[in-house]
């Protein structure tokens, strides 16, 4: 497991969200490892970001979110693997989990392009 946890201010670094930057996490890890994205950011929706790299990588993209409580924030996470069996284990049963969705005309980020634009978030400002 690799984890990635750099976009909860409001600058967030570009250049690790590529499919470039993917393709060298995957360097790092086992066949059927998985790539753990700290996504949580109050006006950007990563999520298309990871599912895009995820899929140019031939792996699956996962949304995990976990609830805020008296101990933590709450907090959204991609799990990027091509292990199917990975999360179907019982440390998943009941999580919030649901399968990454991008817009069909999204293309994703590479070192030649990205957008912030693509992935603002609107409803995350209005509930502010």
Known sequence: ????????SDAIPIHLLTNEAFELYFRHLQPDGVLAVHISNRYLD???????AAQHLGSSA????????????????VLITSNSD?????Q???????PATAQPAFQGWTDQ????????????????
Request: glycine fraction near 2%; proline fraction near 2%.
């Open 1 to 8: 497991m690799l984890a990635v946890d750099a976009f909860s």
């Open 46 to 52: 990563l999520v298309p970001v990871c599912l895009r």
């Open 62 to 77: 996962t949304v995990v979110r976990n609830a805020q409580d008296e101990i933590a924030n709450a907090s959204h996470w």
């Open 86 to 90: 990975l999360l179907h284990r019982r």
């Open 92 to 98: 998943f049963v009941g999580a919030d989990m649901q």
């Open 113 to 128: 392009y990205s957008s912030v634009w693509s992935v603002l978030s609107l409803d995350k400002q209005r509930s502010r």
